[in-house]
């Protein structure tokens, strides 16, 4: 149990689902100090088994109950735990949820103040309620993956690249957790749950509204591009002597600061670049005579550097370079948890102890006493694959 008064002390959540979506809400609520059941398969998450690094990073600060729920005998069971909760957190699909009496109607009658958290691909209602999709699907139906074509030359005849790290899943997380805490304040004013109905797809496009916006307005499909190159900013990555660079350059603010410390080589005093509104038009040639002068500087050196004279420049870093980031080490952004796993912490810093880390649990660890079954029953029900 977290300890009184931190957070979200005062809810009980049950997590059943087994994907990144779910599982990030319900993490983000039990690190802030949430009751989170994790409802798993007697044979635990896949995740245990295939990825321990990311199991463990999800399920910090949970509890295990196993519990088939093809079984018949399993829907009491499930149902003596959603009386007493106030978030459930599923990922069925609108005709999965109802054939398995998991739909929000049903759930409503038994718990009224329960908050039902869905998160699928499209959302619980809409033509494509039922329609089956993923992480890398996400991406692509929510409109980001077109844009993302870094190094590619082709832009229009290349196929477009999806999104990284299982970005759209932990958006949907992300956006279910925050949707799931504010339906916590309306039934503060109403006393009722609600259901909060969560699409992968919407949770994509709401992230990416600049391009959505323009598309809205305008008619007219955001152009893909190699950074961004426009009169007043210039976003662009170059390479260094062993790596690469990334610049955000104002042109009237940071161009001349720029070239002073390369050292104003002789091209850049050529009439032609001159002007800093002007240098955009220019930009096909010019930034390959910026990369000849960068690549003659270590990364670190040009970046510490060029920050030093106001320009905006960072490293092109790795994972394992970004987990070596100075400022991620100054502010202590990763931690260790109980059971040794380094991993990120978390990401806000409160003026108050909100935040807690703690171990992923063991697989069915709080069964029993979730469940509130005796040394018999459980026994029983393990014997019989229910739990």
Known sequence: MPPPGIGLSDLTVIQLGQGIPSAYCAKLLADLGATVLYVEPPNGDPLRRTNHALFGYLNTNKQSVTLDITKPKSGSLLLKLLRRADVFITEHQSREARRLQLHYTALHKA??????????????????????A??????????????????????????????????????????????????????????????????????????????????????????????????????????????????????????????????????????????????????????????QETRKWPTQKLYESAQAKGVSAAPIATVADASKNTQFLGRNFFVESPSGLRQPGAPVKFGEPLWRIGPAPALGAHTQAALGLSKREHAQLRREGIV
């Open 111 to 132: 718990n009224p103040r329960l908050i039902v958290t869905s998160i699928t691909p499209f959302g619980q209602r809409g033509p494509h309620a039922n329609w089956k």
């Open 134 to 291: 993923n992480d890398f699907i996400a991406t692509h139906i929510g409109g980001v993956a077109y844009g993302n074509a870094p190094w590619v030359a082709d832009l229009e005849n290349h196929p477009s690249l999806t999104a990284p790290a299982q970005i759209a899943s932990f958006y949907a997380g992300l956006t279910a957790a925050t949707a799931a805490i504010a339906a916590t304040f309306a039934r503060r004013q109403n006393g009722y749950g609600q259901q909060v109905d969560i699409s992968m797809q919407e949770a994509v496009a709401s992230n990416m509204r600049h391009d959505v916006a323009t598309a809205l307005w305008t008619g007219q499909t955001p152009v893909r591009q190699i950074g961004y190159v426009a009169p007043t900013t210039i976003n662009t990555q170059q390479p260094t002597a062993d790596g690469f660079i990334a610049f955000m350059l104002r042109t009237e603010r940071n161009w001349a600061p720029l070239m002073e410390l390369l050292g104003n080589p002789e091209w850049s005093k050529a009439p032609l670049f001159q002007n800093p509104r002007e240098l955009s038009t220019h930009w096909d040639g010019l930034k390959d005579l910026l990369g």
